[in-house]
Every structure is written in structure tokens, then in C-alpha cells.
């Protein structure tokens, strides 16, 4: 069975500060997709970024960044230089997929992590 | 572009009572449709999702049900609602070949 772990609960940081979020995921699967999705106190899930597990090259969007590593089973997520319009929920997320590489798009979730920016 | 719309955004409603919320997607064809429920502080539990017209998957068993009649339209059901299913419904919509979902703006239910 799939399984996301996000082990941090909570995280408290002060603006302009780095902030990593950790994500490990278990799965049999040799193909897969991982997520990661921002929810802001409105509630809405806001979709940040898609990996696939043929891709282990890093990615960075603006002050985002995400490392993605198989030998660790770990997708972590990087925000630099915080802002108080980082806070929110994150979520990590990961998605079946079959032989040929297209997601069935049924996501398994871990547990959040609550971000919190102080001015 | 895609968009997709949940109402009521917040609904109270008393224990034993029935409950339909509903889910439109626009801008897409086919989409797959999926209903979700977050429990305060909790993370994200698939109820349903469908690939088509008609075709709906459970995922976990309880006294809500969930039917799609049109394409882009997605509706979760109950007859008698549970003080345990309060929470937040997420309704998301996804094209296979790409595998992300997009995910609405939530209904808010509180059964008391």
C-alpha cells in the first residue's frame, strides 16, 4: 500500500527565513507521480508542483524548490526567504500510476504540515 | 481555462438529515472526478472518484453515496447524515494523462 509521511506537525519561522518541508513516501510502484499542494486558510488546494519518478532532477520556481531523491524515498520542499503569505497547510501527495506511466490520478496524502510565517 | 465550482460553500444541517452537495467542472471534457473529506487538522481522505459517466469507485464504506449524471457534474449524497460527517469536501477533477488534480473551493459541513 502507498504511504506518505509528513513527519513535521507543525513549523514556525520568522519572514525572510528558509524552510524546508519534509515528504517520504513508500510505494510499490516502479512509476509514480509525487505532488505538492498549498492550502491557504481558505481552504482551497492550490496545486504547486508534479514529479514524476522517472525525473530526479531538482526543480526551482521563484523562491520554491524541490529535491527529489529515490534512494531516500524522500520529496522535500524548500521555501527561501519566507514571507507571511507562505503560511499555510502543505500537503505532499503521491500517485498511483500504471505500466505505461499514465497516473490513474487517485492521490494518497500525508498528514500536512502547518507553516507558519511571523512578520 | 478549467474551472470548477462546489456549493453550498457552507451548510449546517441537523443529524439524521439528508444531504446533497454538488460539483461542476467547466472547460474540460471527460475529466476524472474525485470527492474528498478533511477532518478538522486532518489530512485529505478520497471518498469517490469516476472516470466517466455513471462510473463511480468507493473507496471507503460509509452512508454517503456519490452519482454522476452528467459529464462535468459530481454530486455526494447521504440519507441520513452522521454527527461524523462533519468536515471539508473537496471536490477535484483531473485528465488522466496527466494525473494532476485540481481541486475546488469546498464545502464546509458542520451536522449537529
Known amino acids: 500500500a502507498q504511504k506518505v509521511t509528513q513527519a513535521q506537525t507543525e513549523i514556525s519561522v520568522v519572514e525572510k527565513e528558509d524552510v524546508t518541508l519534509d515528504c517520504v513516501y513508500e510505494?510499490?510502484?516502479?512509476?509514480?507521480?509525487l505532488f505538492w499542494y498549498k492550502q491557504p486558510p481558505s481552504g482551497e488546494l492550490v496545486f504547486l508542483i508534479r514529479?514524476?519518478?522517472?525525473?530526479?532532477q531538482n526543480e526551482i520556481s521563484g523562491r520554491y524548490s524541490w529535491n527529489f531523491q529515490k534512494s531516500t524515498s524522500s520529496f522535500n520542499f524548500t521555501i527561501t526567504a519566507s514571507q507571511v503569505v507562505d503560511s499555510a497547510v502543505y500537503f505532499c501527495a503521491l500517485s498511483e500510476a500504471n505500466a505505461g506511466g499514465t497516473s490513474y490520478g487517485k492521490l494518497t496524502f500525508g498528514q500536512g504540515t502547518i507553516l507558519t510565517v511571523h512578520p | 481555462s478549467q474551472t470548477i465550482h462546489q456549493w453550498p460553500a457552507t451548510l449546517v444541517q441537523p443529524v439524521g438529515s439528508p444531504l446533497s452537495l454538488e460539483c461542476t467542472v467547466e472547460?474540460?471534457?471527460?475529466?476524472?472526478l474525485y470527492w474528498y473529506r478533511q477532518a478538522a487538522g486532518r489530512g485529505l481522505q478520497l471518498l469517490f472518484y469516476s472516470v466517466g459517466i455513471g462510473q463511480i469507485s468507493s473507496e471507503v464504506p460509509q452512508n454517503l453515496s456519490a452519482s454522476r449524471p452528467q459529464d462535468r457534474q459530481f454530486i455526494l449524497s447521504s440519507k441520513k447524515l452522521l454527527l461524523s460527517d462533519s468536515g471539508f469536501y473537496l471536490c477535484?477533477?483531473?485528465?488522466?494523462?496527466?494525473?494532476?488534480?485540481?481541486f475546488g473551493p469546498g464545502t464546509r459541513l458542520l451536522v449537529l
Open positions: 477535484a477533477w483531473s485528465v488522466m494523462e496527466r494525473g494532476t488534480q485540481y
Open positions: 510505494t510499490r510502484d516502479t512509476t509514480y507521480y
Open positions: 472547460g474540460t471534457s471527460n475529466p476524472n
Open positions: 514529479r514524476n519518478s522517472f525525473d530526479e
